[in-house]
């Protein structure tokens, strides 16, 4: 439940990919492969959840998230849904505007 704006969506994805990129650093280091997989079954929640609080922000269901197994074109629609489009201003179904806007000055 609850909603998040771009700004948090994107800022989760870059934190994801430098651990992905520092985990595969590492196993290259050390000479392993478990590391990259570790983390990536580690942030597969949070990474779930993040995206569908985005859904939300669209105000759409979280089932949107599925849209991602259509292949191509699937992938397309979600980055640009979720990763370019901004949410409605105002209160929606899931919730308020997790952006604070000033009201306009009379």
């Given amino acids: 439940e609850g909603r998040l704006n771009r700004q948090r969506y994107w800022a989760f994805a870059i934190v994801y ?26 942030a597969i929640y ?18 949107w998230i599925l849209i991602g197994l259509v292949p191509v074109i699937g992938g397309i629609w979600s ?4 990763g370019c489009l901004e949410g409605p201003q105002g209160t929606n179904r899931f919730g308020a505007d997790p952006i604070v806007r000033a009201a306009p000055v009379t």
């Fill in 17 to 42: 990919f430098a651990a992905v990129i520092v985990a595969a650093i590492i196993d290259g280091i050390l000479g392993t492969s478990f590391i990259v997989p570790l983390v990536v079954l580690v």
């Fill in 46 to 63: 949070p990474s779930i959840c993040v995206t569908i609080k985005r859904w939300h922000d669209r105000d759409k269901s979280g089932w």
């Fill in 79 to 82: 980055f640009v849904e979720c």
